[in-house]
């Protein structure tokens, strides 16, 4: 069964504390990215990844980190610089970079920072 | 200015009736577009392409206007499943840019 899974699903979290978010990909889809939704606006572009071990930042990466070990995998983590971590955060991909295509997107992850 | 705007409605129409959303984008590099559909709650989903020809998908029609940097989405026989936001989305050199999206909410 191809697709995006993300996970957890909901995630509560006390301030302070950093948190990853989980993104996996069985699409064999070269380029994978992060996005965060407020509610009330568009999704933006947090950080994205063409390739392993390879990524760049998009237009609000301040307080994120990101890593990409396996072409599969594309991590996010919340640092506790992030200073309004709670937000639905948004893993897609595409078949490659640079693409004039569609993204995909996973069903999302809903942070809540207490 | 956002790179792109879209009146965020809400736009309350009943079941039958005709609606068009319409959108616009700041940057004339961009290379194409899309039109997403957003449950509520939801991850968003592809609802159709946009191409300079106009396109059209069921009751579903997509208009584009390089010139005047406009972008359009006409819905017939609105059901009270089309309920949703619907996102208007430009890719500028692989990278997709997003619009805050128009509620729409048909009723019986």
């Known amino acids: 069964d191809g697709g995006i899974t993300q996970s957890p699903k909901y995630l509560f979290r006390k301030e302070g504390q950093n948190v990853t978010l989980s993104c996996e990909q069985n699409?064999?889809?070269?380029?994978m990215y992060w996005y965060r939704q407020d509610p009330g606006q568009g999704l933006r572009l947090i950080y994205y990844?063409?390739?392993?071990?390879?990524?760049q930042k998009g237009d609000i990466a301040e307080g994120y980190s990101v890593s990409r070990e396996k072409k599969e995998s594309f991590p996010l983590t919340v640092t506790s610089a992030q200073k309004n971590p709670t937000a639905f955060y948004l893993c897609?991909?595409?078949?490659?970079?640079?693409?004039?295509?569609?993204?995909?997107f996973g069903p999302g992850t809903r942070l809540t920072v207490l | 200015r956002k790179e792109v705007e879209q009146d965020p409605g809400p736009f309350n129409v009943p079941e039958g009736a005709t609606v068009a959303f319409n959108c616009t984008y700041s940057?004339?590099?961009?290379?194409?577009f899309f039109w997403y559909r957003q449950d509520c709650r939801k991850e968003p989903k592809l609802l159709m392409s946009?191409?300079?020809s106009g396109n059209e998908d069921g009751r579903f029609t997509a208009q584009l206007n390089r010139a005047s940097q406009y972008i359009s989405l006409l819905i017939r026989d609105s059901k009270l499943s089309d309920s949703a936001t619907y996102l208007c989305?430009?890719?500028?050199?692989?990278?997709?840019?997003f619009g805050q999206g128009t509620t729409l909410q048909v009723k019986p």
């Open positions: 940057n004339s590099a961009s290379q194409s």
């Open positions: 946009v191409y300079s």
């Open positions: 897609a991909t595409a078949p490659r970079e640079y693409s004039y295509n569609e993204q995909f």
């Open positions: 989305v430009v890719n500028k050199s692989g990278k997709l840019i």
């Open positions: 699409l064999n889809h070269d380029a």
């Open positions: 990844s063409q390739i392993v071990n390879d990524f």
